[in-house]
């Protein structure tokens, strides 16, 4: 199902005259030694600074069987409804994909996507061997036993608290649509806010933003949009910050919004909404890197290309620096993570609430060049890998204590319902050679290879759980 290397360029080389041919065995040992080095540091499990090596996905048991590709054999029905020999003969019998199936509501797998209450996952209630098992697509009960409201979402740990905080699109609301060709919605109702110790239990800590009611020239009126809410705590200012995509029903505003609290549960106060660098902004994410520095990555120029660019010191504001990346390629939902000194990014494709195939992007500057590395899902089936397990990128959850392994979260929209969207979490690690393209090293691979495994339950190592 993976194409190895499917971007990759043809590197040619020729050899004229005997001085040529010397300079080139020169260049070609050279080139070797980079390769050896290159490899060498593949296969070098050591962590980042200060070499702390503790339980590494590859080499602890329960991350080598969630590292075993897992299958998912789905039939297609057959067409419903009996067509008469004529109406047969006139149009031949139309095949639906699993891609049909998924976005129609009265499809006869609709369950297999979409698991019903019966299935939820209630961390109150699970028998204690089921405790910490991931489920994806399945419902996901909050610690009072409501299916969590945190779509488009994002993670903060918070040092001072040891505790992690889950923000989202909170969408308990009717889905409608503001006019015949405008995509399905839900009225702003805010920001949704979770905590929790073991990125499993999630208590609900209520909307830490809500929406205005009242006020119809505000940002957050209800009738506008409020998408993928990120925070960062700010040491400098000791304030919680939230960036979040704002916009207008029809998506023209194309905006972030900003807004600051000094709790990480809230409230947050609404700032105010801008387009960054003058630029549209549409799906967006923050990063904040181990020096403390904090980018705002959004989608732009109609979603043609991704803008990053540092925030300055309080993170209330960009600044003037922005650097243009994968333009042209299309891309939107970036979520940002690092390891071992290189910066990775998953993203989707643009088919608005339509699942689509991830990319994974890498690069050694935060602000660029990125390269394109190719779709990092595995396992499934081949159209599960070809739609990100039917769900779409939000964030990347690093797991202090396993380098090079992440937790990978995407949102499996419901665009018939948008408050019962899914929460896809699977494993993420990175390591091994890359699939990659890779313009700048003749064709060897420079990055290591990210992966995202398809597991249908799986949980993370007894060890880490409870660690922080
Ligand atoms: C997607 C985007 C979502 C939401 C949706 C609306 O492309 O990633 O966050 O904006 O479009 O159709």
């Known amino acids: 199902m993976r194409m190895r290397n499917k971007y990759r360029k043809p590197t040619t080389f020729h050899c004229n005259a005997g001085s040529r041919c010397s300079l080139s065995a020169v260049v070609w040992s050279l080139v070797g030694c980079l390769l050896m080095l290159h490899l060498y540091s593949l296969v070098c499990h050591k962590d980042g600074v200060g070499g702390d090596i503790q339980l590494r996905m590859s080499h602890h048991p329960l991350f080598r069987e969630l590292e075993e590709v897992e299958e998912e054999n789905i039939q297609i029905p057959p067409p419903r409804g009996k067509r008469s020999p004529r109406a047969a003969k006139r149009r031949?019998?139309?095949?639906?994909?699993?891609?049909?199936?998924?976005?129609?509501?009265?499809?006869?797998?609709?369950?297999?996507?979409?698991?019903?209450?019966?299935?939820?996952?209630?961390?109150?209630?699970?028998?204690?061997?089921?405790?910490?098992?991931?489920?994806?697509?399945?419902?996901?009960?909050?610690?009072?036993?409501?299916?969590?409201?945190?779509?488009g979402g994002g993670i903060l740990y918070d040092e001072k608290s040891r505790t992690y905080y889950w923000y989202g699109e909170y969408k308990d609301g009717p889905t409608y649509h503001a006019h015949k060709k405008g995509a399905a919605r839900v009225d702003i109702i805010g920001v949704g806010c979770y905590s929790s110790k073991d990125l499993w239990?999630?208590?609900?800590?209520?909307?830490?933003?809500?929406?205005?009611?009242?006020?119809?020239?505000?940002?957050?009126?209800?009738?506008?949009?409020?998408?993928?809410?990120?925070?960062?705590?700010?040491?400098?200012?000791?304030?919680?910050?939230?960036?979040?995509h704002i916009d207008d029903a029809n998506y023209t505003k194309a905006s972030v919004g900003v807004a600051i609290s000094d709790s990480p549960t809230g409230p947050f106060d609404y700032l105010y909404s801008k387009q960054p660098h003058g630029f549209d902004s549409r799906d967006m994410t923050l990063f904040k890197d181990d020096d403390g520095v904090a980018y705002l990555i959004y989608s732009s120029e109609d979603n043609s290309e991704l803008h990053v660019g540092p925030l300055n010191q309080d993170y209330l504001d960009v600044t003037r620096v922005m650097r243009r990346i994968l333009v042209g390629q299309h891309r939107e939902a970036p979520a940002l993570f690092k390891h071992q000194g290189t910066y990775y990014m998953i993203t989707s494709g643009c088919t608005g609430w339509a699942p689509n195939e991830a990319l994974a992007h890498a690069a050694e500057s935060i602000l660029g060049p990125w390269e394109t590395m190719g779709n990092p899902c595995i396992g499934g089936n081949k159209i599960f890998?070809?739609?990100?397990?039917?769900?779409?990128?939000?964030?990347?959850?690093?797991?202090?204590?396993?380098?090079?392994?992440?937790?990978?979260?995407?949102?499996?929209?419901?665009?018939?319902?948008l408050r019962d969207s899914r929460y896809v979490w699977l494993p993420l690690t990175v390591g091994g050679a890359a699939d990659g393209p890779l313009e700048y090293n003749f064709g060897f691979p420079l990055w290591s290879r990210v992966s995202i495994y398809w597991h249908k339950r799986w949980r993370l190592p007894y060890g880490w759980i409870g660690k922080k």
Not at 394 to 401: A, D, H, K, M, R
Request: charged share 20%; proline share 7%; net charge negative.
């Open 201 to 244: 239990m999630w208590k609900n800590e209520g909307i830490v933003l809500a929406a205005e009611e009242t006020n119809e020239t505000h940002d957050l009126h209800k009738s506008n949009v409020l998408e993928r809410p990120k925070v960062i705590y700010n040491e400098m200012t000791g304030k919680y910050v939230m960036w979040m």
């Open 92 to 151: 031949p019998k139309r095949t639906t994909t699993l891609i049909d199936e998924f976005l129609d509501e009265s499809s006869s797998l609709r369950h297999i996507f979409f698991p019903d209450m019966k299935t939820a996952i209630d961390p109150m209630n699970e028998a204690r061997n089921n405790s910490f098992y991931y489920s994806p697509g399945r419902i996901w009960l909050d610690t009072e036993g409501y299916p969590i409201q945190a779509h």
């Open 385 to 417: 890998g070809l739609t990100t397990f039917f769900a779409q990128s939000t964030f990347v959850i690093p797991l202090p204590g396993l380098p090079g392994s992440f937790i990978f979260m995407a949102d499996r929209w419901n665009p018939a319902d």
